[in-house]
């Protein structure tokens, strides 16, 4: 009968043993090693430690908002930010029934509101502020200059910009670390 099955030594059988395989399915136990039990412990505790570290909240604050609207935002805008990430929840006043996040530390959903709803993100007083905006890269200016020139290649060589990295300081795919330029 193939509704017999057997149970050894972590393969199982079916029938008269002519299909067995390997690592089963197990239903209501255990399903991770007790030997790897004590590491996967280990690198959860340690990846929470480093979120509830006290400089992640600004740190990530600042990257994301350099990122996404201002090279050079204000304290305030970055305080504002961190609180967001630490406490999980974000509204624009006391008053707005617009409320963002869960309450949980590091929720994505609160910081995202807090960073373009932000009056310093929405601001059209500081439109003519020559010290507010986002700085791109020289390399980034570069391509954008060339594109609005609508240089194009010849004969589908590549464009080539020789001594780019002396001339501007920047060179594509010589990124000094993994946070690109800017870091």
């Not at 239903?27 to 090693?33: A, P, Q, R, S, V």
């Not at 996967?40 to 350099?66: C, G, S």
Request: with cysteine; proline share 6%; glycine share 6%.
């Amino acid at each position: 009968c193939l509704c017999d099955v057997e149970v050894n030594n972590k393969s199982v059988h079916i029938g008269d043993g002519k299909f067995s395989f390997r690592n089963p399915p197990i239903f209501g136990t255990n399903l991770i090693d007790p030997s790897q039990r004590d590491g996967l412990y280990e690198t959860d505790a340690i990846l929470k430690h480093f979120l509830h570290h006290p400089n992640v909240a600004p740190f990530i604050a600042t990257r994301l908002i350099q990122l996404l609207i201002t090279s050079n935002p204000s304290p305030r805008y970055v305080q504002s930010v961190a609180s967001a990430f630490k406490t999980g929840r974000f509204s624009e006043s006391y008053q707005s029934s617009n409320k963002f996040g869960s309450g949980q530390h590091g929720d994505m959903e609160a910081v995202v509101a807090a960073i373009f709803l932000d009056p310093e993100a929405r601001s059209t007083a500081l439109a003519v502020d020559r010290t507010h905006g986002r700085a791109r890269e020289p390399l980034l200016k570069v391509m954008h200059f060339l594109r609005s020139m609508e240089l194009g290649a010849d004969e589908e060589r590549q464009i080539h910009l020789p001594e780019l990295r002396s001339k501007i300081g920047q060179e594509a795919h010589y990124s000094p670390s993994v946070f690109n330029f800017f870091m």
